[in-house]
C-alpha cells in the first residue's frame, strides 16, 4: 500500500464552523506533513509531524491546530477559519522527516482537500 | 536563501513533440533536487530527483533531466509527449532547513 489517503475530498464551511480534516498512511511512515496550496500556486509547508511529535510549525495561525494521534494517521482541526484560507490542503508522509540524502526518501502525497470558507 | 525559478508560466506543445521545462534554483553548496506533477485534482507525484552521481536522471514516465552545475540548471524533458502528461510541473529543491521548496510551477497544454 503507497497510498496517502485524504478525507473529505471537499468541504464547505462557514467562518463559525468547527472541521477535520484528516490523513492517512499505512506505509509504515515516521514523517506526515501539511501543505496548504492555492490556485496556481506551489504547496506552501504548515506543519511537520517527526514520531507523532509535532517538529515544524510554520508560524501558521491558532485556528488551524493539526493533531498526530498515532503513527498512521494526521487531523488538522479547523476552527473560525477565514475566507482567505479556501484552499487545496495537501497530506504528505515520508519515511523520516529528512528531505534530503541523508534520509533519501520521497514524500508522498495525498489528493488533497479542497476546502472553501464562505 | 536556497530558491526555484521556473521562468515558463505556461508551456504548449504538441503530441507527439518533444519537451523541456526549465528550471534554475539558487543554492551555495550542492543542491538536492527534484521534478514533481501535479495532474488536476490530484496531489503532487515524485518524478525524479537528483542528490549526487549521474548528472543525467532518469525518472518515471519517460522523464529524464539533466543537472548543470554550470548554469544552476536542472530541466525536464520528455522524448515524446503524450497528452496524458498535461498537468502542473513542480521544480523544486531542498534548503539548508531541510525543507522542500517549490517553483511557482509550469502548466503543461498538451495540442491533439
Known amino acids: 500500500d503507497t497510498e496517502v489517503t485524504q478525507t473529505p475530498k471537499h468541504l464547505v464551511m462557514g467562518m463559525t464552523n468547527k472541521k477535520s480534516l484528516k490523513c492517512e498512511q499505512h506505509?509504515?511512515?515516521?514523517?506526515m506533513y501539511w501543505y496548504k496550496q492555492k490556485a496556481k500556486k506551489p504547496p506552501e509547508l504548515m506543519f511537520v509531524?517527526?514520531?507523532?511529535?509535532?517538529?515544524i510549525n510554520e508560524s501558521v495561525p491558532s485556528r488551524f491546530s493539526p493533531e498526530c494521534p498515532n503513527s498512521s494517521l494526521l487531523n488538522l482541526h479547523l476552527h473560525a477559519l477565514q475566507p482567505e484560507d479556501s484552499a487545496l490542503y495537501l497530506c504528505?508522509?515520508?519515511?523520516?522527516?529528512?528531505?534530503?540524502?541523508?534520509?533519501?526518501?520521497?514524500?508522498?502525497f495525498g489528493p488533497g482537500t479542497r476546502l472553501t470558507v464562505l | 536563501a536556497q530558491s526555484v525559478t521556473q521562468p515558463d508560466i505556461h508551456i504548449t506543445v504538441s503530441e507527439g513533440a518533444s519537451l523541456e521545462l526549465r528550471c534554475n534554483y539558487s543554492?551555495?553548496?550542492?543542491?538536492?533536487l527534484f521534478w514533481y506533477v501535479q495532474s488536476p485534482g490530484q496531489g503532487l507525484q515524485l518524478l525524479l530527483k537528483?542528490?549526487?552521481?549521474?548528472?543525467l536522471v532518469q525518472g518515471i514516465k519517460g522523464f529524464e533531466a539533466e543537472f548543470k552545475r554550470s548554469q544552476s540548471s536542472f530541466n525536464l524533458r520528455k522524448p515524446s509527449v503524450h497528452w496524458s502528461d498535461a498537468a502542473e510541473y513542480f521544480c523544486?529543491?531542498?534548503?539548508?532547513?531541510?525543507?522542500?521548496?517549490f517553483g511557482k510551477g509550469t502548466r503543461l497544454h498538451i495540442l491533439p
Open positions: 537528483y542528490f549526487s552521481g549521474d548528472t
Open positions: 509531524y517527526s514520531y507523532e511529535k509535532l517538529s
Open positions: 523544486a529543491v531542498v534548503n539548508r532547513d531541510d525543507k522542500i521548496i
Open positions: 504528505a508522509s515520508s519515511l523520516i522527516r529528512t528531505a534530503g540524502p541523508r534520509g533519501n526518501n520521497e514524500q508522498f
Open positions: 543554492y551555495g553548496a550542492t543542491p538536492y
Open positions: 506505509m509504515g511512515h515516521r514523517a
